[in-house]
């Protein structure tokens, strides 16, 4: 089957480079090349997937879906959009912020980690959906000492003042001293501040989250803290077989 052709404003407008108003600006201003020839035609049919556009020497980048992993800062809210706080959106720059991203899933504010964005929402479904049960897993701090018997509960299922108790998940102990504890936990759903609860349900606090890895894929340790980039092929491959 033929591709599909799109207009050239619209392909703009999906890659990012503004709403169809600004980008048709761009087009008139001459500014737009398709397959290395000005075109001053907003609604020049292209094919998405074979036309070379350019936007002064940048080549547009078009995918019909974007995936994205950013390494979340404490400090930010997991939304598109808030009219008092910093969302994570603010991170990014202009271009990928209007390729319609949206998170996949949440982290609390002062959570940090890993966290993918993207505008295939059944890729969202199927990494979020309840029958799926992707695990998740995070490093925390804790204050107290962490002891066999808080695993052991976090196995059975800890009650965290919910219609049910939680789904089984796993506690390891990496450290574990008087006044602070270090630890890994994994778990398949995601309740509302639902680590700092199960915790709390075994009398923790926990002082420091960070997200390291949903499913198989595990956050890149060269992506610093705030930095974000899209997923390789082989990384989407990896959480698409989830």
């Given at each position: 089957m033929a591709e599909k052709k799109m207009r050239l404003d619209k392909y703009l407008v999906h890659t990012g480079y503004g709403s169809r108003s600004e980008v048709q600006q761009l087009i008139k201003k001459k500014k737009v090349k398709v397959n290395g020839e000005v075109e001053k035609r907003p609604e020049c049919a292209i094919s998405p997937s074979e036309a070379v556009v350019t936007l002064g020497e940048e080549?547009?980048?078009?995918?019909?879906?974007?995936?994205?992993?950013?390494?979340?800062?404490?400090?930010?809210?997991?939304?598109?959009?808030?009219?008092?706080?910093?969302?994570?959106?603010?991170?990014?720059?202009?271009?990928?912020?209007?390729?319609?991203?949206?998170p996949v899933g949440r982290l609390d504010k002062d959570t940090e980690g890993l966290l993918l964005l993207t505008n295939d929402g059944k890729f969202t479904h199927s990494l979020l959906s309840p029958k799926k049960h992707v695990d998740k897993c995070y490093y925390a701090e804790v204050?107290?000492?962490?002891?066999?018997?808080?695993?052991?509960?976090?196995?059975?299922?800890?009650?965290?003042?919910?219609?049910?108790?939680?789904?089984?998940a796993r506690m390891e102990i990496i450290e574990?001293?008087?006044?602070?504890?270090?630890v890994y936990i994994t778990i398949k759903e995601g309740k509302f501040h639902q680590v700092k609860r199960m915790m709390k349900a075994v009398g923790k606090e926990v002082t420091y989250l960070k997200r390291v890895t949903m499913g198989d894929f595990k956050l890149p340790e060269d992506l610093e803290l705030g930095a974000y980039r899209q997923l390789t092929q082989e990384e989407l491959d990896q959480l698409m077989m989830k």
């Open positions: 080549v547009v980048d078009y995918k019909p879906f974007y995936y994205y992993i950013l390494n979340k800062p404490a400090g930010y809210i997991t939304a598109t959009e808030d009219p008092r706080q910093e969302t994570v959106m603010d991170l990014l720059d202009s271009v990928t912020r209007g390729r319609s991203l949206a204050s107290g000492t962490v002891v066999p018997a808080d695993c052991e509960a976090f196995i059975q299922g800890v009650d965290i003042g919910e219609s049910k108790v939680c789904m089984p574990a001293l008087e006044e602070t504890s270090k």
